[in-house]
């Protein structure tokens, strides 16, 4: 199959998990959601993340994102490994872990690179939005652990933008000024936001964050 694109339907699926059997699209619900990758269990990048997305789970539940991850070893692995994790990063695995061992998620998502590696995935993130579209991927060597401050970043900015005709600029955190849609006037802009705009340049208009 073709390699999947900003903007495609993710791919639903069923899969025994660390958590029992979950059907990917039953499980997020009219939730956004993270599904990443995970090269092996007990490795050593691996462990850390699992260990920090653990312990972001409240900012993940204020912004309605439900994790899944994923790897290509087996339940009993993922049980022991699991320990490890709680263990080492001080932490309670609180999310379900995909036992892939048939690589069937893995190749519906395009997440093994044969010139990386022909059976282990490698770090793919896909952010899914409610209407089960993938809104974000990014692709990550084996040997770079993700920014999970990053993942939220854009998440706030995935969701304000979904709703608000504005865009985010370079290194926006939310609460900072944003970008109005080129493709509103000034007049419609006057009436969307109050608080007023900034005009730089015809083409950026910089406003106060919308409520």
Request: glycine share 6%; hydrophobic share 35%; proline share 6%.
């Amino acid at each position: 199959m073709s390699a999947l694109q900003l903007g495609d339907k993710a791919p639903n699926f069923d899969a025994q998990t660390s958590e029992g059997k979950i059907n990917f699209y039953d499980y997020l619900g009219d939730s956004w959601g993270i599904l990443f990758s995970h090269p092996a269990d007990y490795t050593p990048v691996c462990t850390t993340e699992l260990g920090t997305v653990a312990k972001y789970k409240d900012e993940f539940e204020k912004r309605n994102v439900k994790v899944m991850a994923l790897s290509v070893d087996g339940l009993e692995s993922h049980k022991g490994w699991i320990e490890d994790i709680n263990e080492t990063q001080n932490t309670q695995v609180n999310f379900p872990i995909i036992a892939d061992e048939d690589k069937k998620v893995s190749d519906l998502y395009g997440m093994i690179h044969p010139k990386a590696d022909d059976t282990a995935t490698v770090r793919s993130v896909y952010v899914i939005g409610p209407d089960k579209t993938i809104k974000l991927m990014i692709t990550y060597p084996a040997s770079t652990g993700r920014n999970f401050d990053e993942l939220l970043r854009v998440i706030d900015s995935l969701q304000l933008t979904a709703y608000k005709k504005v865009a985010t600029p370079a290194n926006w955190k939310h609460g900072e000024e944003v970008v109005i849609s080129p493709s509103l006037s000034n007049e419609e802009a006057d009436k969307l936001f109050p608080k007023g705009y900034k005009e730089v340049r015809p083409y950026l208009r910089l406003t106060p964050q919308p409520e």
